[in-house]
């Protein structure tokens, strides 16, 4: 689908505001963030730009939902992925397993959705810094819990989810618009069981044990 192709989203009278926003994440899916325009979101509910405009100021503000639209869907990838979370009295595997949920999350999203995952880190000066949405704060809760189960030392712990993240993000982006776009999904499987391992022992400051190796590499299939 084009960036200029209707959308059809509908929206029921006093409800413009959000059929424009699942408009303009509809856009985004599609096109990624360059495709979010106000005109173009109004034409896909099918009002006029000046109907829109009464809900948005310009770009950036739709932009701004978007972005915001896109990362509620990349919390509920996240939120998938740690269903599966295996239900164990064991402190430390469960909070290691969480950890590498996320992980899962985040890549299954930016695979899945890759124009909504651009949109999600689509530069704009008015949009919130990312440490403040669901999907960094999943992030910051779940090392919390890897440092109260004693498996992350208090001395490593700050700025721990920055180092989690960059490792994640960098081998999304690698993924995407990188050297690794071209690989098979068995090497990314075994990039993604790699990256989580290293990032783990690096926490942690020591080696995996081979059981806590075997469920991480379990979140990698």
């Given at each position: 689908?084009?960036?200029?192709?209707?959308v059809?989203?509908?929206?029921?009278h006093g409800d413009?505001?959000?059929?424009?926003i699942r408009a303009a994440?509809?856009l985004a899916?599609s096109g990624?963030?360059?495709s979010v325009?106000?005109?173009?979101a109004?034409r896909a509910?099918?009002v006029?730009p000046t109907a829109?405009?009464?809900?948005f100021?310009?770009h950036?503000?739709?932009?701004?939902?978007?972005?915001e639209?896109?990362?509620?869907?990349?919390s509920?990838?996240?939120?998938e992925?740690?269903t599966?979370?295996?239900e164990?009295?064991?402190?430390?595997?469960?909070?290691?397993?969480?950890?590498?949920a996320?992980?899962?999350?985040?890549?299954n999203?930016?695979?899945?959705?890759p124009?909504?995952?651009?949109?999600?880190?689509?530069?704009?000066?008015d949009?919130?810094?990312f440490a403040?949405t669901?999907?960094f704060l999943?992030l910051?809760?779940?090392?919390?819990e890897?440092?109260?189960a004693?498996?992350?030392?208090?001395?490593?712990?700050?700025m721990?989810?920055?180092?989690?993240w960059s490792?994640?993000?960098?081998?999304?982006?690698?993924?995407?618009d990188?050297p690794?776009r071209s690989v098979?999904s068995d090497q990314?499987?075994?990039?993604m069981?790699?990256?989580v391992e290293?990032v783990?022992e690096g926490?942690?400051?020591?080696?995996?044990?081979?059981g806590?190796r075997?469920?991480?590499?379990?979140?990698?299939r």
């Open positions: 689908m084009s960036s200029s192709a209707p059809r989203t509908g929206y029921h413009l505001r959000n059929a424009l994440a509809d899916q990624g963030p360059a325009t106000i005109r173009a109004a509910v099918g006029t829109a405009y009464r809900h100021a310009g950036e503000e739709l932009l701004h939902a978007a972005k639209e896109a990362m509620e869907r990349l509920a990838a996240m939120s992925v740690l599966r979370v295996p164990t009295e064991d402190r430390v595997r469960r909070a290691v397993c969480a950890v590498a996320i992980g899962r999350g985040y890549l999203f930016a695979q899945a959705e124009g909504l995952f651009r949109t999600a880190f689509a530069a704009a000066a949009v919130p810094a403040t669901r999907p999943r910051v809760e779940a090392l919390d890897l440092a109260a004693g498996y992350l030392p208090a001395e490593r712990r700050p721990a989810e920055i180092a989690a490792s994640v993000h960098g081998l999304a982006m690698l993924c995407l990188g690794l098979g990314r499987r075994q990039a069981g790699r990256v290293v783990m926490l942690g400051g020591r080696a995996l044990s081979p806590l075997a469920d991480i590499l379990e979140f990698a």
